[in-house]
């Protein structure tokens, strides 16, 4: 079975200054990592995986996060925040291959941006 | 089309009524999922189908009752529901096999109120 940590339920943080969230995994198999992004009232969007390859992944609203396997983790980070990225966001597991189709979530990090 | 559309977007049902959430996709995705989301909590897997057959069912409570009539189709079926039942329900499609990207594609959701 695997499962996800997200270290921190909630994050503030001022317009234009960086941000990471964090989330840590555990699985005895081989997985895809996921961030998905929750805007208020909405269902979920996904902002960026990491299926293989390249352990650097982006999305094209200029958040990035790294698969880092020997730390188990799949941090989010963004240089600059804006307002409209104030949301939830949900890091998540899934066994890649076979037939699981099971996607595990944490618990979820409100992300907070204040003028 | 990349959507997964859900309706209703909201319902209010009463403990004795039987009502229908319903939810489509024309990604030509083999495998819907239905998903409860309480308020500030990640989604939790109810149900998933996988070529038109259930194949998890997250120890639901027969009060909600899965269908896939087809491919692009997936219901589920209220009776008898408690108050405790009030949450955000999503539906989600994601392909399978050698065209597997591992993401799941959700919709907009359904919100459930149960007097």
């Known amino acids: 079975a695997q499962s996800v940590t997200q270290l921190d339920s909630q994050v503030p943080v001022f317009e234009e200054a960086p941000v990471e969230l964090r989330c840590n995994y555990s699985?005895?198999?081989?997985?895809?990592l996921f961030w998905y992004v929750q805007y208020p009232n909405q269902g979920l969007q996904l902002l960026l995986k990491?299926?293989?390859?390249?352990?650097l992944v982006e999305s094209i609203n200029g958040f990035e996060a790294e698969f880092n396997k020997s730390q188990t983790s799949f941090h989010l980070r963004k240089p600059s925040v804006h307002i409209s990225d104030t949301a939830e966001y949900f890091c998540?597991?899934?066994?890649?291959?076979?037939?699981?189709?099971?996607?595990?979530f944490g618990k979820g990090t409100l992300l907070t941006v204040n003028p | 089309d990349t959507e997964v559309t859900q309706t209703p977007k909201h319902l209010v049902m009463g403990m004795t009524n039987k009502k229908s959430l319903k939810c489509e996709q024309h990604?030509?995705?083999?495998?819907m999922y239905w998903y409860k989301q309480k308020a500030k909590k990640p989604p939790e897997l109810m149900f998933v189908?996988?070529?038109?057959?259930?194949?998890i069912n997250e120890s639901v409570p027969s009060r909600f009752s899965p269908e896939c009539p087809n491919s692009s189709l997936l219901n589920l079926h209220l009776h008898a529901l408690q108050p405790e039942d009030s949450a955000l329900y999503l539906c989600?499609?994601?392909?399978?096999?050698?065209?597997?990207?591992?993401?799941?594609?959700f919709g907009e959701g359904s919100r459930l109120t149960v007097l």
């Open positions: 989600a499609s994601s392909q399978l096999g050698g065209t597997d990207t591992g993401e799941l594609f």
């Open positions: 699985s005895s198999v081989s997985v895809y």
């Open positions: 990491y299926l293989s390859g390249s352990t």
């Open positions: 998540a597991v899934r066994r890649s291959g076979g037939s699981n189709y099971k996607l595990t």
């Open positions: 990604m030509g995705h083999r495998a």
């Open positions: 189908y996988s070529y038109e057959k259930l194949s």
